[in-house]
């Protein structure tokens, strides 16, 4: 289930998605919707994730 997955950071999220960090890296900066469909073809689960620059973290894209 989704409630277990709150956040994670860089090297976390590439983990999950088993990519290098540094590809995490070059696809954050490409806008919300580009990010969230290339990381949901990559996670086990199909979550879409989302880059929080505040905090500097990545958390699962709310489902609209």
Do not use: C, H
Not at 30 to 59: C, H
């Amino acid at each position: 289930s989704q409630t277990s997955i709150k956040r994670m950071n860089q090297a976390e999220l590439a983990k999950r998605l088993d990519v290098n960090s540094s590809t995490v890296g070059r696809n954050k900066s490409k806008p919300e919707s580009d990010f969230a469909m290339w990381s949901l073809s990559k996670d086990p689960e199909g979550i879409a994730w989302k880059y929080v620059a505040k905090t500097n973290e990545f958390v699962p894209a709310e489902k609209e």
